[in-house]
C-alpha cells in the first residue's frame, strides 16, 4: 500500500459527460501528480500541483482541469469526454516539489471507461 | 524534447532465467534514473534510484547499472520468478522550469513462463 488514495477506481460513463476523479496523497506529501495511460500505452504526464498551485502542466487536453485544495487532496476532472479519453487515471505523489531526492508513490489508478 | 527510450517492448523468459532491459535516454540537465514495477492494473513503484554518480545498484534480484556518459541504463533481474511478470518502466527525471519533471519510458514487459 503506497499511502495514496484514489477514487473511484471503476467508472463507467457516456460520451459527452463529465467525471472528477479524486486522490488523497500520502500523509506530508505536498506534491500530486497525474498520470493518464492509455491500453499498452506509457504514463503521459498530464499535470502536477504543489501545496495547491499548479507548479508544470503536460500534454492535458483543454476538457481537462485539476485543482489541489487545502488539505492537499486534488481533483481531476474530465469534461466532454470521448471514447479516447478511456484510460487508467493514476495519481502519484511526493515529498516535496521536485522528485530530485524522493520517489513518486503512486495510487492504484482510476479506471475510466468511455462508452 | 526529452525521451526515454526501452528496449525490448516485450520479453517472455522461463522461469529461474536471468534478463536485462535497457533503457536509453536523452533528458537535460540529469537528475536521476528510477526503474519502476508496473503488475498489471496497478500503480508503479519503484524498485531502484540511480543518481550520477552511481554504476550500479541493487536491490534482491534486481540489479540496475547507469552510464551516464553513454545515456544508458539496464536492469538485470537474475532468477526470474513468475511474480516477476510486470512492466518495467525507466523514468528519468529533469529539472525544468524551477520543478523536476520525469520523463516516462514505455515500459518493457515482461512475461515469466513456468
Known amino acids: 500500500d503506497s499511502g495514496v488514495t484514489q477514487t473511484p477506481k471503476h467508472l463507467i460513463t457516456a460520451t459527452g459527460q463529465r467525471v472528477t476523479l479524486r486522490c488523497s496523497p500520502r500523509?506530508?506529501?505536498?506534491?500530486v501528480y497525474w498520470y493518464q495511460q492509455s491500453l499498452d500505452q506509457g504514463l503521459q504526464f498530464l499535470i502536477q500541483?504543489?501545496?495547491?498551485?499548479?507548479?508544470a502542466k503536460g500534454n492535458i487536453l483543454e476538457r481537462f482541469s485539476a485543482q489541489q485544495f487545502p488539505d492537499l487532496h486534488s481533483e481531476l476532472n474530465l469534461s466532454s469526454l470521448e471514447l479516447g479519453d478511456s484510460a487508467l487515471y493514476f495519481c502519484?505523489?511526493?515529498?516535496?516539489?521536485?522528485?530530485?531526492?524522493?520517489?513518486?508513490?503512486f495510487g492504484e489508478g482510476s479506471r475510466l471507461t468511455v462508452l | 524534447k526529452n525521451q526515454v527510450e526501452q528496449s525490448p517492448q516485450s520479453l517472455i523468459i522461463l522461469e529461474g532465467k536471468n534478463c536485462t532491459l535497457q533503457?536509453?535516454?536523452?533528458?537535460?540537465?540529469?537528475?536521476?534514473l528510477r526503474w519502476y514495477k508496473q503488475d498489471t492494473g496497478r500503480g508503479p513503484v519503484s524498485l531502484t534510484i540511480?543518481?550520477?554518480?552511481?554504476n550500479t545498484k541493487s536491490n534482491g534480484r534486481y540489479t540496475a547499472t547507469l552510464d551516464a556518459d553513454t545515456k544508458q541504463s539496464s536492469l538485470h533481474i537474475t532468477a526470474s520468478q513468475l511474480s516477476d511478470s510486470a512492466s518495467y518502466i525507466c523514468?528519468?527525471?529533469?529539472?525544468?522550469?524551477?520543478?523536476?519533471?520525469?520523463?516516462f519510458g514505455r515500459g518493457t514487459s515482461l512475461i515469466v513462463h513456468p
Open positions: 502519484a505523489s511526493s515529498p516535496r516539489g521536485g522528485i530530485n531526492t524522493g520517489e513518486l508513490f
Open positions: 500523509s506530508g506529501d505536498l506534491s
Open positions: 500541483y504543489y501545496n495547491g498551485e499548479e507548479r
Open positions: 533503457c536509453n535516454y536523452t533528458v537535460s540537465p540529469f537528475s536521476n
Open positions: 540511480m543518481t550520477f554518480s552511481e
Open positions: 523514468v528519468v527525471s529533469a529539472r525544468s522550469g524551477g520543478s523536476y519533471i520525469p520523463t
